[in-house]
């Protein structure tokens, strides 16, 4: 993103400005930018990004680090896009509200691999995601704890950076079941993580609304779609999906039938357990209200 001097010392955060203008570079259809911030949907059409009341200030990321005389700190900003776009389809917007974990290069392990099916075709698209689960969190929604997720390119490749611990490498595709490896890394390490995945059983969907009553137009909820899964031997819940829905609107999400563990959150509101089946071939009904 750019190079400067500091002062030697130890600074506690960074603020991020979001752009308001397009710049004259071109995109990944190699057409010129038409917002500052946008989207492009599978379809390639152009979805201009809102960007929520007080981040026009920037974006604070409170991450310590040290500048050292005669040295070069170098920290890697990974910006997490599927967890930061926020579907509002009812009102025809789109919402950005950033996730951004900083690492320090020197400390951080990187990650990397392909992922195929069980023919051995690489499979592009994949959404691989480093999970980490602990049985004994106080509040529902840090059972399962995505620490960083990409998809795979045209090669079935992969890279993430992560701070040094162990992890479940989470790969999902919609017709594909989920596959799961369990990782530990340590500071510095590098390692190879290939993932093979199995076609689905038929698919169904869940759909429904989300409403947070006394919430305001920008404020979202999160639903994660949880599975026990085998991790190497051991049997772990994992995030197959997730959803970034405002407030009021509906939503509608394609899984493979089995039965999942739903968690809804919101800013401000006592987590949600939820369960639901999901039927091959129909549709699922799922509201989710949170009351104040």
């Not at 920290?75 to 389809?89: H, P, Q, T, W, Y």
């Not at 400390?107 to 004994?136: K, P, R, W």
């Not at 500071?187 to 993580?193: E, F, K, R, V």
Request: glycine share 8%; hydrophobic share 35%.
């Amino acid at each position: 993103m750019g190079i400067t001097e500091l002062e030697t010392g130890h600074y506690t955060q960074m603020r991020l400005i979001i752009g308001k203008d397009p710049d004259n570079g071109i995109n990944i259809l190699s057409e010129g930018h038409p917002y500052a911030n946008y989207i492009v949907d599978d379809s390639n059409t152009y979805h201009e990004l809102k960007i929520p009341s007080g981040l026009q200030t920037g974006i604070k990321i409170v991450n310590g680090f040290d500048i050292n005389e005669n040295q070069t700190t170098e920290l890697i900003l990974d910006f997490d896009a599927s967890r930061s776009i926020i579907m509002a389809g009812n009102s025809g917007q789109w919402l950005l509200k950033p996730t951004i974990k900083v690492l320090d290069e020197v400390e951080c392990s990187i990650i990397s691999g392909t992922v195929a099916d069980d023919t051995g075709d690489i499979l592009e698209g994949v959404l691989v995601s480093a999970q980490i689960y602990d049985f004994n969190a106080a509040d529902a929604k840090d059972e399962v704890v995505v620490q960083v997720s990409t998809v795979t390119d045209e090669e079935g490749s992969y890279t993430i950076f992560l701070k040094p611990g162990s992890y479940n490498i989470v790969g999902y595709k919609d017709g594909y079941d989920p596959a799961c490896e369990k990782i530990n890394t340590v500071s510095g390490s590098a390692h190879t993580q290939n993932l093979t995945l199995t076609a689905a059983v038929p698919t169904g969907t869940v759909s429904g609304n989300v409403t947070i009553i006394g919430g305001s137009d920008e404020q979202h909820i999160t639903l994660s779609f949880r599975q026990t899964a085998q991790c190497d031997s051991a049997d772990e819940h994992i995030e197959v999906k997730s959803l970034n829905i405002a407030n009021t609107e509906d939503y509608s999400v394609s899984l493979p039938a089995a039965t999942y563990r739903v968690i809804a959150s919101t800013e401000g509101r006592t987590t949600l357990e939820l369960g639901v089946g999901v039927v091959a071939g129909e549709d699922t009904e799922l509201l989710v209200d949170f009351t104040p």
